[in-house]
């Protein structure tokens, strides 16, 4: 069952790997995404170590509010929002990868060959699911988290531990609870794509999935990180079943191809 799946999987990332200038803009939004989070971070310890500069930020307060104050809260809101664009950018790009797949087959006349093919609806959904989701991941993990093992390493940031790598919360969130919610999300996204006719439609039921769904998972992620590792085993619990739960159903929406 396991090979079969990765063959399936490996035969979604290779067609992804066709296209180039598509992987190479996913990058770019990450890249940019993070240039900007981290730029921003720089400015502010730039100020928050010159105490000329966070005089000056408090006279221009009126002397009511000091300057290193803002300065940090500045930083902790900028943490917390890289934590929320960056899982929440993920989940997005894997859905649209996903709102493909089977759809991409049923147009170049694959789809027939892979449904009589002896592999199960739901090996057929997984590999499908896990090779769409592959790039994005994979780039995920390279150009977010490098840019958040930087933005960890800047002293102006110290006091914002739990939305950083130093936390270990963190890297539950980071390795396992976004990968399972770019899965469900991959996986409904992907049925989407089984039960669309043509690509408008497919795109349209993705963007209503993007929509809602990476805003609240964005927001789970980024929420339970102060609950430490427990927190966000649960919101990896609740992403497991349901990634679990669209399989299921997935599977008898896919076989229904077999009569069209």
Request: proline share 3%.
């Amino acid at each position: 069952m396991i090979g079969r799946v990765l063959h399936i999987a490996r035969r979604e990332w290779l067609e992804q790997r066709r296209q180039p200038a598509m992987l190479a803009v996913i990058g770019a939004l990450y890249g940019l995404v993070g240039g900007i989070v981290l730029a921003a971070l720089l400015l502010m310890q730039v100020v928050a170590m010159e105490p000329a500069r966070l005089a000056t930020l408090t006279s221009v307060l009126g002397g009511a509010v000091d300057g290193r104050q803002v300065v940090d809260a500045a930083v902790g809101g900028t943490v917390a929002a890289y934590n929320f664009l960056m899982y929440s950018q993920f989940l997005g790009i894997a859905a649209v990868l996903a709102g493909h797949a089977v759809l991409h087959d049923r147009q170049c006349g694959t789809l027939t060959f892979l449904l009589l093919a002896p592999v199960r609806r739901g090996e057929l959904l997984v590999g499908k699911v896990l090779g769409a989701v592959g790039p994005a991941f994979a780039l995920y993990l390279v150009i977010s988290g490098g840019a958040s093992l930087v933005a960890a390493s800047l002293p102006v940031t110290a006091s914002h531990y739990q939305h950083l790598p130093t936390n270990p919360a963190w890297w539950v969130a980071f390795l396992l609870g976004g990968p399972l919610w770019a899965v469900f999300i991959g996986t409904v996204c992907t049925i989407v794509s089984s039960v669309a006719k043509d690509v408008r439609t497919s795109q349209q039921g993705v963007w209503f999935v993007v929509f809602f769904a990476t805003m609240i998972c964005g927001f789970l992620l980024t929420w339970a990180l102060p609950y430490g590792i427990a927190g966000q085993l649960a919101v990896a619990g609740l992403a497991a079943l349901g990634a679990a739960g669209a399989a299921m159903v997935g599977a008898s929406i896919i076989s229904r191809d077999v009569s069209r």
